[in-house]
């Protein structure tokens, strides 16, 4: 029975593992994508290019494409400030790290219920971790989470 619920708590902690690193990553594109945006929009909007083409052609609509433009790169601004994407990858690295602890300390067990050695302690103490660890962990977004959890149960 020992063997069972190890095999299962293997792979919910290889989801949970792998699955926060993946957040991580996804956020982190997300954090680069939003930076590299605002940072462009806002120096094309704040150089004298625009100014030059309204002068040149004079008409209204380069003002409004300028405003336009300060509009978007000021809510991108603020949305990236307001998601905390920063702070978000931190976090699942974090989480990452910490599953992945426990995570090694459970296949070190595996290896030792291999020779009849009493491991109900050791299941408590990876348990109380994992706990631990979740408790601390950001939420996995479920577009992550749900695929890996299920391509892990095909390799079952």
């Given at each position: 029975m020992?063997?069972?619920?190890?095999?299962?708590?293997?792979?919910?902690?290889e989801?949970?593992?792998?699955?926060?690193?993946?957040a991580a990553?996804?956020?982190?594109k997300?954090?680069i994508?939003?930076?590299i945006?605002?940072?462009?929009?806002?120096t094309?909007?704040?150089t004298?290019?625009?100014?030059s083409?309204a002068?040149?052609?004079?008409?209204?609509?380069?003002?409004?494409?300028?405003?336009?433009?300060s509009f978007i790169a000021?809510?991108l601004?603020?949305?990236q400030t307001?998601?905390n994407?920063e702070s978000?990858?931190?976090?699942?690295h974090s989480a990452?790290?910490?599953?992945?602890?426990?995570?090694r300390?459970?296949?070190?067990l595996?290896?030792?219920?291999?020779h009849?050695?009493?491991?109900?302690?050791?299941?408590?103490?990876?348990?109380?971790?994992w706990?631990?660890?979740?408790?601390n962990?950001?939420?996995?977004?479920?577009?992550i989470?749900d695929p890996l959890?299920a391509?892990?149960?095909?390799?079952q």
């Open positions: 020992k063997e069972g619920v190890m095999d299962e708590w293997l792979h919910a902690l989801v949970m593992h792998i699955g926060h690193h993946k990553s996804y956020y982190s997300w954090h994508w939003m930076g945006s605002v940072i462009v929009i806002s094309f909007v704040g004298s290019i625009i100014t083409v002068e040149i052609y004079t008409v209204a609509y380069v003002e409004l494409i300028a405003g336009i433009l000021a809510s601004a603020g949305i307001f998601l994407l978000r990858i931190q976090k699942h990452a790290a910490g599953f992945g602890k426990v995570r300390q459970l296949e070190q595996v290896h030792l219920s291999l009849d050695v009493d491991i109900q302690e050791k299941l408590d103490e990876i348990r109380s971790s706990d631990e660890v979740l408790g962990a950001p939420n996995l977004p479920a577009h989470h959890k391509e892990k149960k095909k390799d």
